[in-house]
């Protein structure tokens, strides 16, 4: 039941009055003057009960498009209700009769005026009343916002039974085809057969519970297609669902019928059918089901929905993509999208937006032969694929008045064409199609790439598939020219469909893809902009802004034009003719205002029309292949860099360290880390138990066709698998437990956990073999760690002295002073005779040490002054040190931090008042430590406050929180959601250490900061 909460006070209700009055003062009566003022006290109504108010909507109603003032719709684009706006001077007891006369809805109508209001509802009228004092027009609005249209009423009952029935009747199917397949032959043939097929078209580690998703898919949205859409000869059409039919058939044997099985879902179905019925606009029925689909997708397959990042794509979005992409053709090549020879593929299509916006742009003289001949689109999914068949056909129809299916659409996964294809695909007429589609020559690529990078876990399995040739071609191009230490986003599909699209076109085209916005200045994506750069003559990007990651008061569902997290990015590639290789692009860059919210977005972009109607910024990359350049340094190339990627290890290196390592990467931190050692060995011998079964029943196994990630156990409780883990089950590594492989760790700043250090359990141990190869390495040797490169958070560092986390400084780099063979032996120095010698040189002094040069490194990555001019350097590159006035006072000052950071633990305690609770017992266990609003004070337990923390304890910080609230954040009791691990910091052998260590840490803060004010330079 929808509540409007509205009073005559109420100051919307007071603001339209006053407007009212104003307008009649200035003599302004007409309805385009006084509207606006009554539009905004329903948009303040309508987005109280979760309705958008649609101005100017348009309706087809009895084959008659009839227009609104307003239309009031829900998020499946379903219409509660409409809004008619008539001049002060008109009788509206006529107008309304006139309306009706001309075909308008009874529905829950309200025509108004602003003297008068009349509402009509259900085929009555239930208001018709002067307006003039403020109850009656609340009582009105009330009435007309309150009110449920009966077919909405039981179409919201039957979604939020539908929410809760599908989980049941999609685990009813799945238990239904395990039971046939074990004992109807027909349907195993049927099903094998099938698999084979997808394994085949798909992927070839496809997992047999992704081809049952499938034909549960199937079975629960076919009748749709069939009634929604008033297509009855769906199945037999659509070349892919009458495969999937086969096998559909052979399951539904005398003892099962699909009909009785779905019939607890009649009152989802009818409830669509019933709504879908009052919508004649094709356009909008798509609109409706689309959300019906997606609201399938996360009710019961949401894993499915993750890996394949099903975003619809913005209308305003497409038409600017289209309407462009025809402007450049013709600028460029002298052609347009109608021109014959320009074929066209959406390698992604999705739903079929783009294809059906292309063919209202085509004209229509052209329009039969490039329907049939020089259109193209791709799709992976199965509903997805079902209603872009119909999208486009439809769209088709309503163009020429005539039907003809489109064969231009092919099921099958776009990045597999790059690969060496095995057929056949389905049925023999959709590998005609793909072969068809891989001799054409395409001139445009066109669409919306999944943007999804990777899973979450690998228990889940439905990580994205791996495609041999095009991540070779990744990682020979994309991937070879980047400096970035860590390459994972690179695996994203958007940078597959860049290249594969810069492949597929040829001598010469042009690509328009909407994508995640991270290539244009991540790190990661260096050596992406360096061959796209190459590849092609011009590229626009605009940057539709919208990161929620990166400027967290953003909201995804406001400020982004998808909903979504990540920014957003319209991308043009051009490539001519040209004999110039490799070629040297110009770049234009525009952005909107990060500020800007998805309907401004969108109205930028209906009014740009083109990429001609936007004021492009010429973008000059630097050396490093960025394009975005404001805020960095140039000076900073010209400084000591403290490691050389390119160089990394060999002594001769044009750097102060010769090595450095990323921190110790486990994939699985509930299992091999842990405040207490016992409950560590007790878990990682449950796990050692577990692994080693399991490469025992996979080297043992009768059936060598099962792929791994169908074999293995997937019980998050038992095991955390990892690529990195699976690799060594399936080359027979055996886990060995040994309490030598427990070692201490610098979890998080100032935290420190036991680690089973173990290069099998571990996902990525790095070079810290050779660093931190044995305990007593942990008394001589140091290592200073930064964040990463592309690291979001401020630029920190962190001196250690045991083995450092993957995560402890965000994604750390970490270079020791000494490096060692892995048993311990060979300590050798690791900043370069090359360094030594620029230091030696510059201040005039042989007699500096490199103990010395490390010391001071780290005072100046502390000093303010080259962390804020060197910010937007430090996020795309390790640090480079320039060289000081004072070197000893900084080497000194860099000593006196290092005692503080490494050896935090025997610090003097920071002397804070004891606020004890008289009225709980006396008690040192803490669950979760909180501070006051103000930050005075620490709420330890319910037996203990403390208060009296300085100012100064808040001031040094790392990355985003400060050095306390790193150990308030990280000395809690956690339990790990998907294993059940428990990790507990308190020690009962001393229960007041982490009080200790409050204390502690508060001292190391505050002398920090003062040495900090000491580094000016």
Known sequence: MKTLKLKPTDKFIQAYYHDISQLQQLHFQHEGAVAPAFARLLHHCAKQVGLTLSEQYIMRLHGRNLRFDAAFVDEYNLIHGVWEAKDSQDNLDDEVKKKFKAGYPKFNIMFQSPRQLIIWQNGQEVFNSAIAQPAELVRALKLFFEYQPPDIEQWQDAVAEFQGEIPKLAQGLLERIHQEYRTNRRFREAFDGFGDLCRKALNPNLATAAIEEMLIQHLLTERIFRKVFDHPEFINRNVIASEIEQVITALTSPYFKRDDFLKRLDPFYLAIERNAAHIESFNEKQTFLNTVYERFFQGYSVKTADTHGIVYTPQPIVDFMVNSVDYLLEREFGRTLSSSGVEILDPFVGTGNFIVRLLRQIKRSQLPYKYAHEIGCNEVMLLPYYIASLNIEHEYYSLTETYQPFTGICFVDTFQLAEPLVLPIFSKENTARISAQRESPIFVVMGNPPYNAHQVNENDHNRNRKYPKLDKDIANSYAKASRASNKNQLSDPYVKAFRWASDRIGEEGVVAFVTNNSFIDGIAFDGMRKHLAQDFDVIYVLDLSGNVRKNPKLSGTTHNVFGIQVGVSVTFLIRRNSQQKPRQAQIYYARVDEWWRKKQKYDFLN????????????????????????????????????????????????????????????????????????????????????????????????????????????????????????ECLLSQQK?????????????????????????????????????????????????????????????????????????????????????????????????????????????????????????????????????????????????????????????????????????????????????????????????????????????????????????????????????????IDQYQVHTDKRSGLTNDPNDLNDERAILRLVGQVITVSVETVKIIEMLTE
């Open 735 to 967: 886990a060995e437990f040994s309490t030598d492989k427990i070692r201490h760790s610098f979890y998080r700043p100032f935290c420190q956990q036991y680690l089973f250090f173990d290069s099998i359990l571990n996902h990525r141990q790095s070079q810290l073999p050779k660093i931190f190869p044995t305990p007593a390495t942990a008394s001589e040797n140091l290592a200073i760690c930064v964040n990463s490169v592309g690291n979001n958070k401020p630029f920190h560092c962190l001196m250690v002295n045991q083995i450092p986390d993957l995560h402890l400084t965000g994604d750390s780099q970490c270079f020791p002073f000494y490096t060692y063979a892995e048993d311990g032996t060979q300590r050798q120095e690791n900043i370069t005779d090359w360094a030594l010698r620029q230091y030696q040189r510059h201040y005039a002094d042989p007699t500096i040490t490199k103990w010395d040069i490390f010391y001071s490194i780290y005072a100046i990555l502390h000093q303010p002054s080259y962390r804020e001019k060197y910010a937007a350097n430090l996020r795309r590159d390790l640090p480079h040190i320039p060289f000081v006035k004072d070197f000893r006072r900084y080497a000194e000052l860099g000593r006196r931090l290092m005692e503080l950071h490494v050896h935090y633990d025997n610090q003097p305690e920071y002397p804070l008042e004891w606020l004890e609770n008289p009225a709980v017992p006396l008690n040192w266990r803490e669950e979760q430590m909180k501070l006051s609003q103000g930050k005075g004070e620490l709420v330890y337990n319910d037996f203990l406050t403390l208060r009296g923390i300085p100012a100064e304890a808040f001031q040094y910080r790392l990355g985003n929180r400060s050095a306390l609230e790193w150990v």
């Open 607 to 726: 009014q740009a029309v083109n990429i001609g109607g936007i004021n492009w910024q010429v973008i000059n990359p630097n050396s490093h292949y960025t394009w975005l350049t404001a805020g960095l340094s140039a000076e900073f190339e010209t400084l000591l860099p403290m490691g050389d990627k390119t160089n990394k290890g060999l002594a001769t290196v044009g750097a102060i360290f010769q090595n450095y390592s990323q921190g110790a990467g486990t994939a699985r931190d509930a299992w091999v880390h842990n405040f207490d050692s016992a409950v560590l060995a007790q878990n990682v011998q449950r796990l050692i138990e577990i692994y080693n079964y399991e490469l025992y029943r996979w080297h043992n196994r009768h059936d060598q066709t099962i792929s791994l990630d169908d074999f293995v156990t997937n019980d998050d409780k038992k095991i955390k698998w990892s690529s990195r883990l699976k």
